[in-house]
């Protein structure tokens, strides 16, 4: 599977973006997705995945209760909504995919990233 991301951008602190990933391939409904972000001289972290069953989300600690993900199997497309957003969600942001059921880690395909930035 094919994957890319768009919808970063430069925000003022409290502001709203939403992210898309779109996938490119077969049977993207059985892919757990996830996000993750990066800044310069920092690994990648993990903020957000959900599985295959649209009850199955999961969310960094740092992003909880203002970041959303979700997707629309029909249209291959997944979702992050990032809402009440700070100086510090400014960084890469990357869409991913994995075969299996997973988490943190572990995943199988990745799109090239957008940027994200917040200003005080």
């Known amino acids: 599977v094919q994957l890319q991301a768009s919808g970063g951008g430069a925000v003022q602190s409290g502001g709203s973006l939403r992210l898309s990933c779109a996938a490119s391939?077969?049977?993207?409904?059985?892919?757990?997705m996830g996000w993750f972000r990066q800044t310069p001289g920092k690994e990648r972290e993990f903020v957000a995945a959900?599985?295959?069953?649209?009850?199955?989300?999961s969310y960094a600690d740092s992003v909880k209760g203002r970041f959303t993900i979700f997707r629309d199997n029909a249209k291959n497309m997944g979702y992050l909504q990032m809402n009440s957003l700070k100086p510090e969600d400014t960084a890469v942001y990357y869409c991913?995919?994995?075969?299996?059921?997973?988490?943190?880690?572990?995943?199988?395909?990745w799109g090239q990233g957008t940027h994200v930035t917040v200003s005080s």
């Open positions: 959900i599985g295959h069953s649209i009850g199955s989300r």
């Open positions: 991913a995919a994995a075969l299996r059921t997973v988490v943190a880690g572990g995943y199988d395909y």
């Open positions: 391939g077969r049977a993207f409904s059985s892919y757990t």
